[in-house]
Every structure is written in C-alpha cells, then in structure tokens.
C-alpha cells in the first residue's frame, strides 16, 4: 500500500504509492490517465496516436506520457505493436496498470533486448490507482526495481490553509 | 505466489547449453512466468506462431536476431497467416517496403524451422494436437479453437512468446494449462433457440459475440444446443467469443470433449444466460455497420475457409448464376485447404461465379479489397467485428446463403424468418 510522504511544501504534497514491477525501469512522464482498457493493436497507430473509435480517449497521444490505464484489452499482437512504439521512440514512458498483462510485458522485454530502452510497467492496488487517478496533473515518476516498484506523484494542491 | 522452480535442464538451457537463441527464449518464458506467479515450465509438444504478421521494424528485427543466434524451433511449429499472399502477390496493395518487409517477416519464421503453413486456422491441417496435450498456439481462434475443440492445452499466447515457445518447448504453467482455470464461468441457455438459427454458422458466430460479452475473459458453457454441431459452428463461435471478449476456451454440452455433462465443467451456482432469437437478431443487426442495402463485396473465410464450407458455397452456387457484376468476392483460406477444394472442383465453382480466392492471409487485415468497396458482406461474426475499424468498410452480417444470395442481386437480401426464428 502507498504511504504519504509530505515534502515541505505548503501548498502540496507529495505521494510516494508502492506497487508491483511487471517490467523494471525507470520513467518520468506527464500522465495520461485512461478511461477503458486499451488494446495497442488496433488500437494505437505507430505515431502513439488512439485510434480505437470506441475508446473514450481516441485521438490522444500515449508518446511519452505515464500510461494509467485499468488493464489492457484485445489483441495478442499488441506486444509487437508496443516493441515497435518503443523502437521508433512513440510508445508511452511508463505503464501503470492494476493487474499484470503479459502480452505488453512481452513487448517492453523484446524491445528491452532488442533496443536496450526499458519501459516500466507497473501494478498498482486499486486503492493506490484510484488515489494515482486522482492526483494532479504534475508529471509522475516511476521507479520499477526488482523487488517493487514506487510510483512518485505531485499531490493536487491543498485547497485551504 | 508460489515461486518458479526450474528444472536441471531448464538451468542448462538458461546457461547456453542449447544454444544463445533458447537461452534468449528461455530467459523470456521465465520472465513471463514470474509475472504469471507460474511454479514451473510446461514441455508443450507443437506450436503456431502468430507472429509474421508484419506490424513494423521491432517484429523483424527481433526474428532475424533469433536467426542470427542460430535459432531452431523444438516441437512442429505452423505459421499463421502473414500480411502478403505469397502465390498472388498482386491481390495486397501494400507499399513496396511493408511489403519487403512482410516477405523478410515471412522468410525469417521459416528460416527457424517453422513450417510454412500460413492459415489461422492450423487446426484444418492433418496434425491435431490430441486431447490433453500441452501445447503454445498463439492467435485467438486458433487458442480457443484448440482448447474447446480439441481439448488441447494452451493459454493464450501471442507475438513474440508463440516462437519462444517453440525455440525452448516450454511454458510456465499457468492459464489454461491448468485444471482450476478450465472450469465455466457462465452458462449460456441456448434451449430457446430454433433447429434452424442453430444450423447457420453466422448465427454462431453471432453467438459467439454474445458469449464473448457475457463471459469477457471467462469460460462459457453452453447448454441446449442440438447433437451434431459441426467444427465450421464451433470455429465461427470460437473466433467471435474471442474477438468481442477474450475467450480463450468454452464448453458445449454434449459436443466439446471436456464437457460431457454440465457438472462435469461448471459448478452448480454457475450464473445462467437465458438466449433468445431476439439477442442474436440484436447483435446481428449491431455488427452490421452498413446503412442500406448495398452490397459491393463479399468476403468469406475469416477464420480461413474449410473444405466443408467450400463444399457448402459450391453447393449454393451449383446453379451457376455468377456474382452481379458489381460485387466483388473474396474468399481466404489455407494453400492446404485450396488444394483439395482445387481436387474436389469446389474452386473452379466459386472461381467461376467470380470469386478470387486468397491464401496466406486475409481480408480484413491487408489492403486486399479495391478502394472503391464501400460495403462489404460477410458470414464472419470476426470479420465483422474488426473490418470497420482495421480496413474501413462497413459491414453486414448474414448466413452463407444470405450473402450468396444477396451478391448475385447487389443488394442486400435477407431471410427474416431465419433470423426471426
């Protein structure tokens, strides 16, 4: 589970949330928090772009960006969509996710071989997704090391003194 | 989670003892192992590989390292479909380096041994896995095709892990390998169904994309259906479950081998699904995307066509009334299944009614259809699911001889009463 660490600041807080490493590696990105699953094949284009016409989000980029998103959905085929993202340097920084996908793992570890760009991918307890969700829109830093990953978020600012 | 323990000859393996192609397989089936909280490797004794198809560079890059480490498939390995047809290169109308490219995909999978098959549907070729066997398919109706059908052991399986899997011969144990995870989720009631709709591969195809919905990623079981369901049934339910949900096995009662009874694969609070015609005619009617009634093409076979589904279509053509002459017909299937369809005349009678037929690959994920087909008409609740999206047509959905009938007049014909049923 996440602790709240405060770092001094008056007008925000920052939460250090732990969760599990599905892939290790080290990321910091703006987030892009997504509403329903995504599946990378038929879903994202090689520019990082959604294309899913079904996906609330379609049009957003993932290029760069913390990847939060419930789980991923669909196609076998988007571990090769997601090791091609991060060849060409389109793919999301990080992915933060509540339950392990093996498929987007088996992207991030061709691409890791391949490339030698690791893209973390985390899982996170609902509770801490939720409070991950909820946060603001400062840019998010992950840390996915063999025993566990820390996922690092500006809080929102305190509405009163 | 239990931890994974490695056998002495999965450590050899690990150390470089069959060379620095399994080593890098194997070190990926482990690292996906930990992350499916597995306890151990699987040996698995065949493979199909779903991974030439061509989607960029890093898919190229990563078979032609596996070919330069010397690396050599374990266990027989067939190969899906690719993005070309490599007997009628002129039907895709890719660029000149995706299509370089696809040919390379294509070349460096059969240069690690793997058989060159092309068809998504492996499970139409001589060699079956037999009940109870382990193996590693990749490709969702092919998954849920040998798990339900066959009573093989897969879990679903894709790019990348298809042909490491078959460089190693191992899986972690875990998913459908195991009994926990074969036991039914959901039970569909199919009991108020007609004889009739359930004669129609498109009508369980439709109920498939239903019990996909239902089950999500979960194991249905259906119950009420009539004996003798043929694998053509099975296969278009199969690939539609797994299109609109993620099924990767289901029951039928008194059909699939697993599920001789209800008890025998569902616990006794199994949540039930009532189905009535007016679902399927619902789900019909959301999968055809098309407005009106035209029709400019026709494409069939998705997963790949069977020799009893060419058998079938000659017989709706035996008449010899040809296509309208602006209807356009595609219809894929295996190299394999063409080849006796070619023997047993069923070819030539679709070839004649103006149909082209394509192998290796299919219709709704290559550029195959001419840019003016606005429309296109299917029998495929798979097709018919992912068409709009991947190749930007719209689509109606229809039984074979809805879809005969309705590309020898140019429009949409359909048998309501079917569908009422």
């Known amino acids: 589970m996440g602790e709240l660490t405060s770092d001094g600041s008056d007008s925000a807080a920052t939460a250090v949330l732990t969760g599990r490493t599905v892939f290790p590696g080290e990321a910091t990105g703006f987030p892009l928090i997504l509403d329903a699953p995504l599946s990378f094949w038929g879903g994202t284009d090689l520019t990082g772009r959604i294309v899913d016409e079904h996906h609330p989000q379609r049009g957003a980029v993932v290029t760069g960006r913390v990847l939060v998103l419930p789980k991923a959905r669909g196609s076998s085929s988007s571990s090769s969509v997601l090791a091609e993202q991060i060849r060409s340097g389109t793919g999301p920084a990080a992915l933060v996710l509540t339950e392990p996908d093996a498929i987007l793992m088996l992207g991030a570890w061709v691409a890791a071989e391949l490339y030698g760009h690791r893209l973390p991918i985390v899982v996170l307890a609902a509770a801490d997704y939720d409070r991950l969700c909820a946060a603001g829109p400062g840019p998010v830093t992950i840390d996915a090391g063999p025993e566990h990953a820390t996922v690092t978020v500006a809080a929102a600012p305190r509405t009163s003194g | ?421």
């Open chain 2, 1 to 421: 989670m239990a931890d994974l323990a490695l056998s002495e000859e999965d450590e050899a393996m690990l150390d470089g003892a069959d060379g620095p192609a399994a080593r890098l397989c194997l070190r990926m089936v482990v690292a996906l192992a930990r992350v499916r909280g597995a306890s151990r490797l699987l040996r698995v004794a065949s493979a199909h590989v779903d991974g030439c198809l061509y989607h960029g560079q890093a898919g190229l890059d990563f078979v032609e390292r596996l070919g330069e480490l010397g690396g050599r498939v374990a266990v027989p390995t067939t190969l899906n479909v690719g993005s070309l047809d490599l007997r009628h290169p002129d039907l895709v109308h890719a660029d000149a380096e995706t299509t370089a490219n696809a040919r390379r995909l294509m070349a460096g999978y059969t240069a690690l041994g793997c058989t060159p098959t092309w068809t998504c549907a492996p499970y139409q070729l001589t060699h079956r896995p037999s009940f109870g066997t382990h193996v590693a398919w990749a490709e969702s109706n092919a998954i849920v095709f040998a798990n339900s059908v066959l009573g093989a052991r897969t879990d679903r399986y894709g790019d990348f892990l298809d042909i490491g899997a078959a460089i190693t011969g191992r899986v972690p144990d875990a998913g459908l390998h195991q009994d926990a995870n074969r036991r039914a989720t959901v039970r569909l009631d199919c009991a108020g169904l007609s004889r009739r709709l359930l004669a129609e591969d498109a009508a369980w195809g439709v109920l498939g994309h239903l019990a996909g919905r239902v089950a999500g990623s979960g194991v249905p079981v259906l119950t009420g259906v009539p004996d003798g369901v043929t694998e053509d049934r099975l296969k278009a339910f199969g690939a539609a479950a797994a299109s609109s949900g993620g099924v990767g096995l289901f029951h039928v009662v008194g059909v699939t081998p697993e599920a001789p009874s209800l008890s025998a694969v569902a616990p006794a609070d199994i949540p039930v699904h009532e189905v009535a015609a007016a679902d399927l005619r619902a789900i019909r009617d959301e999968l055809s995307t098309a407005r009106g009634r035209g029709i400019d093409a026709l494409c069939l076979g998705t997963p790949h066509f069977s020799l009893t589904e060419f058998a079938r279509l000659a017989g709706l053509l035996g008449d010899g009334s040809p296509f309208h002459p602006d209807v356009r017909a595609w219809v894929t299937t295996s190299r394999a299944v063409l080849a006796e369809a070619e023997r047993l005349g069923y070819a030539e009678t679709a070839r004649t009614a103006g149909a082209q037929i394509v192998v290796d690959t299919c219709t709704y994920l290559t550029p195959i259809l001419d840019a003016q087909v606005r429309t296109a008409m299917t029998n495929s609740g798979k097709w018919a699911w992912y068409a709009p999206g991947n190749i930007g047509v719209a689509v109606t959905l229809g039984s074979m001889a809805e879809c005969v009938a309705s590309a020898r007049a140019g429009y949409l014909v359909r048998d309501e009463e079917l569908w009422a049923s």
